[in-house]
């Protein structure tokens, strides 16, 4: 009988936490709301150390909007289910113990302290059905923040890009030349919408200053792929 692999849970919750700040959408940094209140157990106590930044990345990148999370007995005890076909997260716990032996050389007792990780597959009340309201939270008010001033839009509409709202990341893809944010009514205020709408914009802009250099740079100097590459800003 094949046994499943134990899962390296260090390294993938390492992973994951890397991920989201090489790509800068790291979740308690961001000006919005959506799925970033601090990750809380079923009873509402805060989790604490990493399990609360990689619950909330967890959160971020499968776009969960509450921030409780527990196991499947716990959602059975109270009288809910985990929707099938649902994956759960790691929630880890470190502890140590003290181990007592015999040295081999002197036969004198020893101890030593060993210490150890323990995990258990928890699941967001987003992925759960039947829990009482209070583990969903209420949409947010849509004009909560406020509205920005006809110029601002008017500047904002001008720019010729594709502008998709919705999800709980914000970025710009140049395969598709769109630019996606997060509703605006889930941002702290209307300056981190705007804010965060001209920087997604700007990186359009780096976008199209790389194609042109590196361009100019093929067209310049056609045998020297490499110190093109260097030139525009590209891997080779």
């Known amino acids: 009988m094949t046994r499943n692999p134990k899962p390296d849970v260090a390294q993938t919750i390492t992973d994951l936490i890397l991920e989201k700040i090489a790509a800068g959408t790291a979740p308690w940094l961001k000006p919005w709301s959506a799925t970033s209140a601090r990750p809380l157990r079923h009873n509402g106590v805060p989790y604490t150390g990493i399990n609360t930044f990689y619950l909330w990345a967890v959160a971020e990148s499968r776009g969960y909007t509450s921030p409780y999370w527990m196991t499947f007995r716990q959602a059975l005890e109270l009288g809910a289910h985990v929707r099938k076909g649902e994956t759960g997260s790691f929630s880890v716990f470190y502890s140590s113990t003290r181990k007592t032996g015999t040295d081999r050389e002197t036969g004198e007792a020893t101890e030593k302290t060993v210490r150890f990780m323990k995990w258990n597959h928890v699941f967001n009340a987003s992925q759960i059905e039947g829990l009482p309201a209070h583990y969903y939270p209420e949409p947010l008010d849509p004009k909560a923040i406020g509205q920005l001033s006809e110029g601002v839009q008017a500047f904002l509409d001008a720019v010729p890009i594709r502008l998709v709202h919705g999800g709980d990341s914000a970025y710009y893809s ?63």
């Open 174 to 236: 140049p395969a598709t030349d769109t630019v996606t944010l997060p509703h605006p009514h889930t941002f702290h205020s209307i300056g981190a919408y705007f804010s965060t709408r001209c920087h997604e914009v700007c990186n359009i802009a780096s976008v199209l200053i790389s194609r042109t250099v590196d361009g100019l740079c093929a067209l310049l100097f056609p045998n020297h792929r490499t110190a093109c590459c260097a030139i525009s800003g590209r891997e080779s």
